[in-house]
Nanobody
């Protein structure tokens, strides 16, 4: 139903910044967000944004460093990541859900992108 394509991953130094982008096609009016998965670890919620963009949710570890935004006219969602730390190293996935309210729960997101690698060196 929905195709999500991430871009913007790469290698940065500790303290650096990256901006991830997600282009969505094949659907409209989704809550959207980002999860990440490091090797040997469970997938972890990072950030989410409501359909209107009014509500934004963040994992505590990224609050104040990451910012999620969306552009409904362009059907894109971005994650600005600042002050990156080695523990941010992971594959980052763009996700979408047609739930009533935006959520931190992984089970609510049924559409997933292919993932983009973020590596923070130290």
């Amino acid at each position: 139903q929905v195709l999500l394509v991430e871009s913007g991953g790469g290698l940065v130094q500790t303290g650096g910044s990256l901006r991830l982008s997600c282009a969505a096609s094949g659907g409209t009016s989704y809550n959207m967000g980002w999860f990440r998965q490091a090797p040997g670890k469970e997938r972890e919620f990072v950030a989410a944004i409501s359909r209107s963009g009014y509500v934004k949710l963040y994992e505590d570890s990224v609050k104040g460093r990451f910012t999620i935004v969306r552009d409904n006219a362009k059907n894109t969602v971005s994650l600005q990541m600042n002050t990156l730390k080695p523990e941010d190293t992971a594959v980052y996935f763009c996700v979408a859900a047609q739930t009533i309210v935006v959520s931190r729960r992984i089970s609510e997101y049924v559409y997933w992108g292919q993932g983009t690698q973020v590596t923070v060196s130290s």
